[in-house]
C-alpha cells in the first residue's frame, strides 16, 4: 500500500498516477487543488488533528505500508529582506507538517512490524543557493529528523530515508528557465523509491538524485 502525501500536483500527482496505474492501493491527499473521492484526501499537514483524522478513516488493512511525503511549499527571498511569517510557514509546511504525518502512521507500523518511509528533500539544502534560506532549512531538517527516528524504529522493520532531489522536469523544477533546468525525470524517483522499499538495511540516509549537480 502506497499513502502519498501531496498527491494533487508536482511529484506527488505523478506517483500517485504511476502506482494506481500499477493498480496498487495507493491513497493520496491533497489541500487546496484537488476534490475528495474515495483515495483521495483533504489533509492540512500543519494540523495534527487533520493528519491523525486521515490516518484514522483510511483502510489500512494491509500491515505493509510506504508512505511518501511530498507536500511541500516554497519562499524566495533573500534573509535580510525575508518576511518572518512566510519564511516559517516553509518549515511548518516541509518539516513539522512532515513529522506530523508520520508521526500518525508510525504506531500503525510499529504494531505490523513493517513501514517504509520516503520523505523528499533537496539539492538545495546541499549546495547553497540565494534566496532559498526556507527552503533549504526545512529539507536540511529533514535529514537529522529521519537519522533519529531511524534509529528509534530500527529494530521495527521500519525504514525511513530522504531523497535529495535535484532539478526535475516536474514540480517546481519545471519553474526555471529550460536552459538552467537539468533533465531529470520522474522515473528515476520512482527508481530510488522501488530501491528502498525492497531494501530493509537502508535507513537513516540521503540519496541524492541531481545528475552530478552537487
Same mark, same amino acid.
Given at each position: 500500500?502506497?499513502?502519498?502525501?501531496?498527491?494533487?500536483?508536482?511529484?506527488?500527482?505523478?506517483?500517485?498516477?504511476?502506482?494506481?496505474?500499477?493498480?496498487?492501493?495507493?491513497?493520496?491527499?491533497?489541500?487546496?487543488?484537488?476534490?475528495?473521492?474515495?483515495?483521495?484526501?483533504?489533509?492540512?499537514?500543519?494540523?495534527?488533528?487533520?493528519?491523525?483524522?486521515?490516518?484514522?478513516?483510511?483502510?489500512?488493512?494491509?500491515?505493509?505500508?510506504?508512505?511518501?511525503?511530498?507536500?511541500?511549499?516554497?519562499?524566495?527571498?533573500?534573509?535580510?529582506?525575508?518576511?518572518?511569517?512566510?519564511?516559517?510557514?516553509?518549515?511548518?509546511?516541509?518539516?513539522?507538517?512532515?513529522?506530523?504525518?508520520?508521526?500518525?502512521?508510525?504506531?500503525?507500523? @510499529?504494531?505490523?512490524?513493517?513501514?517504509? /518511509?520516503?520523505?523528499?528533500?533537496?539539492? %538545495?539544502?546541499?549546495?547553497?543557493?540565494? =534566496? #532559498? !534560506?526556507?527552503?533549504?532549512?526545512?529539507?536540511?531538517?529533514?535529514?537529522?529528523?529521519?537519522?533519529?527516528?531511524?534509529?528509534?524504529?530500527?529494530?521495527?522493520?521500519?525504514?525511513?530515508?530522504?531523497?535529495?532531489?535535484?532539478?526535475?522536469?516536474?514540480?517546481?523544477?519545471?519553474?526555471?528557465?529550460?536552459?538552467?533546468?537539468? @533533465?531529470?525525470?520522474?522515473?528515476?524517483? /520512482?527508481?530510488?523509491?522501488?530501491?528502498? %522499499?525492497?531494501?530493509?538495511?537502508?535507513? =537513516? #540516509? !540521503?540519496?541524492?538524485?541531481?545528475?552530478?549537480?552537487?
Amino acid at each position: 500500500m502506497k499513502i502519498i502525501i501531496g498527491a494533487s500536483g508536482g511529484i506527488g500527482k505523478k506517483l500517485y498516477d504511476h502506482y494506481w496505474d500499477k493498480q496498487e492501493v495507493v491513497y493520496g491527499t491533497f489541500l487546496d487543488n484537488g476534490e475528495e473521492e474515495e483515495f483521495m484526501w483533504r489533509v492540512d499537514v500543519t494540523h495534527p488533528q487533520s493528519v491523525n483524522g486521515f490516518a484514522e478513516e483510511i483502510d489500512l488493512y494491509d500491515g505493509r505500508i510506504t508512505l511518501i511525503n511530498c507536500a511541500g511549499v516554497n519562499y524566495d527571498s533573500m534573509a535580510h529582506l525575508a518576511d518572518v511569517y512566510e519564511w516559517a510557514q516553509v518549515i511548518d509546511v516541509n518539516l513539522v507538517g512532515t513529522f506530523n504525518v508520520i508521526r500518525a502512521f508510525l504506531p500503525f507500523m @510499529r504494531k505490523h512490524n513493517y513501514g517504509r /518511509i520516503i520523505n523528499m528533500g533537496s539539492v %538545495v539544502a546541499q549546495k547553497g543557493i540565494a =534566496g #532559498t !534560506s526556507a527552503y533549504a532549512a526545512s529539507k536540511a531538517g529533514l535529514w537529522g529528523m529521519s537519522k533519529a527516528i531511524a534509529d528509534e524504529n530500527r529494530d521495527k522493520n521500519i525504514t525511513i530515508n530522504t531523497l535529495n532531489l535535484g532539478y526535475m522536469d516536474v514540480g517546481m523544477g519545471v519553474k526555471l528557465e529550460p536552459e538552467i533546468r537539468p @533533465r531529470g525525470d520522474i522515473q528515476n524517483i /520512482i527508481n530510488a523509491i522501488d530501491f528502498l %522499499v525492497g531494501s530493509e538495511f537502508v535507513t =537513516g #540516509t !540521503s540519496i541524492d538524485i541531481n545528475g552530478g549537480l552537487i
